[in-house]
Nanobody, 116 residues
Framework: QVQLVESGGGLVQAGGSLRLSCAAS????????MGWYRQGPGKQRELVAS???????NYADSVKGRFTISRDNAKNTVYLQMDSLKPEDTAVYYC??????????WGQGTQVTVSS
C-alpha cells in the first residue's frame, strides 16, 4: 500500500507563499489521481485541488488563481504551490492518493498557519 509524506507547511504572513510537497512510496504513483485537502479549526475537511494521472487539474473556488497543483512522476511527488495566502487558508493540509481501484490513502497532514 502506498505511503504518503507531506512537508512544507509552516507559518507565513498574509500575502506570502508556501509550497507543499507530498512524496509517495511505491511504483504506481504515475497511475494514481492525487489531491490536496485541508481541514481548518472547527471545519470539515474540504478539497483544495486535485490532479489526475493524466494531468487534469481541479480547484476549489476559494483558491483558484492563487494555488497551483502539479506532479512529478519521476520523483513520485505532488506539489501545491500556494501564493497570496490569506488567514482563512490556515488549516492542516492533507495529501490523498486514489489508485486505479479507487482506494484512497491519506498522508498525516502538515500545518499551514497564515497570520494577518
Amino acid at each position: 500500500q502506498v505511503q504518503l509524506v507531506e512537508s512544507g507547511g509552516g507559518l507565513v504572513q498574509a500575502g506570502g507563499s508556501l509550497r507543499l510537497s507530498c512524496a509517495a512510496s511505491g511504483s504506481m504513483f504515475r497511475f494514481n489521481d492525487m489531491g490536496w485537502y485541508r481541514q481548518g479549526p472547527g471545519k470539515q475537511r474540504e478539497l483544495v485541488a486535485s490532479i489526475t494521472n493524466g494531468g487534469s487539474t481541479n480547484y476549489a473556488d476559494s483558491v483558484k488563481g492563487r494555488f497551483t497543483i502539479s506532479r512529478d512522476n519521476a520523483k513520485n511527488t505532488v506539489y501545491l504551490q500556494m501564493d497570496s495566502l490569506k488567514p482563512e487558508d490556515t488549516a492542516v493540509y492533507y495529501c490523498k492518493s486514489t489508485d486505479l481501484l479507487r482506494r484512497d490513502t491519506w498522508g498525516q497532514g502538515t500545518q499551514v498557519t497564515v497570520s494577518s
